[in-house]
């Protein structure tokens, strides 16, 4: 006797949306580790490798070299690769309303800074990250900081953001 079992394929913008919401989980993560060590903390996009990192100065001297042991003294999510057929792009989307730039990473450099009170710095700062799939150009989402510091997730339908 044969049993059929369903095989589920879970849809890119789901995909992509997940992704979306792990990178705001791991922001907010970073944010909430500023504030809690009264420390910087830095979130560096790397677009070629498909990754980000987080860094914490964490003997407070006002740099972060993005050294293995700030890497590390963050005890979150260290580097984290994106998963095979993800990347940061926003294959063609618009802007989210009131966060205009272009390209996939939009802050001033591709990198996010949280200081001790959990604001973005230089002051202001503000920007998005887009991730997309490759095998769907619908299939992109959001994570957008503004300059107060409050991270938020998008999704992309119908070419408008929700």
Known sequence: MMIAVPRFRVSSQTKARQLASQLTGDLEVARSKAMAHRATV????????????????????GTIGETTAERDSLHAFGTRVLPTGASFGRAGQPDITDFAGSGAITFPTPQVNFDGRGLTTPFGTRGVVYVQFADDTAAVAAVTVSGAGGVRLWTSEGGSWR
């Not at 830095?42 to 070629?48: C, K, M």
């Open 42 to 61: 830095r979130v560096v996009f790397d677009a070629g490798a498909n990754a980000y990192t987080g860094y914490l100065d964490f003997d407070r001297d």
